[in-house]
């Protein structure tokens, strides 16, 4: 059973930082790609980043220099690291693995707010 959980998400006050965490049980994920998307309340669900198997990866021109995302082949988990937060970064944050199929994780809160 391929299984995805995040982690790392809560509060946190504007300018502030998080690292979330996707660990990914029941696959190798060395193979394949792994991306971040969020959905903030009314809104569709949006991608952030990407990340290959290579290591290559694609960002959202609004991201670049405040989002990392990252991988660890050892651990089977993906991170995303979050710098200078602001309040328009209040959403779920979902991870997706791309294999023979689509694998979603449950999805991390974070709310950034005073």
């Known amino acids: 059973q391929v299984q995805l959980v995040e982690s790392g998400g809560g509060l946190v006050k504007p300018g502030g930082s998080l690292r979330l965490s996707c660990a990914v049980s029941?696959?190798?994920?060395?193979?394949?790609?792994m991306l971040w998307y969020r959905q903030a309340p009314g809104k569709q669900r949006e991608l952030v980043v990407s990340?290959?198997?290579?290591?290559?990866?694609n960002y959202f021109d609004s991201e670049k220099g405040r989002f990392t995302i990252s991988r660890d082949n050892a651990k089977n988990t993906v991170y995303l690291q979050k710098n200078s937060l602001k309040p328009e970064d209040t959403a779920v944050y979902y991870c997706?693995?791309?294999?023979?199929?689509?694998?979603w994780g449950q999805g991390t809160q974070v709310t950034v707010s005073s």
């Open positions: 997706n693995l791309r294999a023979y199929r689509d694998y």
């Open positions: 029941g696959i190798d994920i060395s193979s394949w790609p």
């Open positions: 990340i290959s198997s290579t290591q290559t990866t």
